[in-house]
């Protein structure tokens, strides 16, 4: 069955350090996504992308956030200057289709560690 | 901003009873889905819901999509150990493909 692969699983940064969480969408899906998951809390969505643009963002994917599909297949979420409440795990979702019938599947995320 | 809230925020059962949980917003959805996260793991989806009213069943779980469009619960039946987990609604409202999470029901089942 087609899944969301995500890498590294757990990444561990020194705070103000640049870091670049990889997600590979499933192969004939057009719609991006990342979400957040601070510990112990639900999972907050941060960013969609489609046709190589962001769809619409939260207040949490400010200016040290971006994401880019560099090629046919990756998707990468940048974080500029990590900073301690950067701490959380990271989801990659994708879907084949936009609004009323998008389902989005994810992958088993990337743990990131700001120290 | 939209919230959706959970409840039970957990729940404690014996394999073999069945569980409710529900979630509920004071803002309208026009699609409700259930998804499963186990530990380590990311969210997996259970059931989609598009339509006010909609009951669908997938295998020993069944949701409902509720008439006002601002709640939706999910029954299991007949727990086993591996429906351990946590249960998470998420809606989306009309024009967007953001999903809003509801706020989780931490599900332990024993034998």
């Known amino acids: 069955e087609p899944e969301v692969t995500q890498t590294p699983s757990h990444q561990v940064t020194q705070m103000g350090q640049e870091v670049i969480l990889r997600c590979v969408p499933i192969s004939n899906h057009l719609y991006f996504y990342w979400y957040r998951q601070i510990l112990g809390q639900k999972v907050e969505f941060l960013v969609s992308?489609?046709?190589?643009?962001?769809?619409?963002k939260s207040e949490i994917f400010d200016d040290q956030f971006s994401v880019e599909r560099p090629d046919g297949s990756n998707f990468t979420l940048k974080i500029r200057s990590t900073k301690l409440e950067d701490s959380a795990m990271y989801f990659c979702?994708?879907?084949?289709?936009?609004?009323?019938?998008?389902?989005?599947?994810f992958g088993a995320g990337t743990r990131l560690s700001v120290l | 901003g939209q919230q959706l809230n959970q409840s039970p925020q957990s729940m404690f059962i014996q394999e073999g009873e069945d569980v409710s949980m529900n979630c509920t917003s004071s803002s309208i959805f026009n699609t409700w889905l259930w998804y499963k996260q186990e530990p380590g793991e990311g969210p997996v989806l259970l059931i989609a819901l598009y339509k006010a009213g909609e009951l669908t069943s997938n295998g020993r779980l069944t949701a409902q999509f509720g008439i006002t469009r601002k709640d939706s619960f999910l029954n299991i039946s007949a727990s086993i150990p591996s429906d351990v987990g946590i249960y998470f609604c998420a809606g989306r409202t009309y024009n967007t493909d953001k999903l809003i999470f509801g706020t989780g029901t931490r599900l332990q089942v024993f034998p």
């Open positions: 992308f489609y046709n190589n643009e962001i769809s619409e």
């Open positions: 979702a994708s879907s084949d289709k936009g609004f009323a019938k998008n389902i989005q599947y």
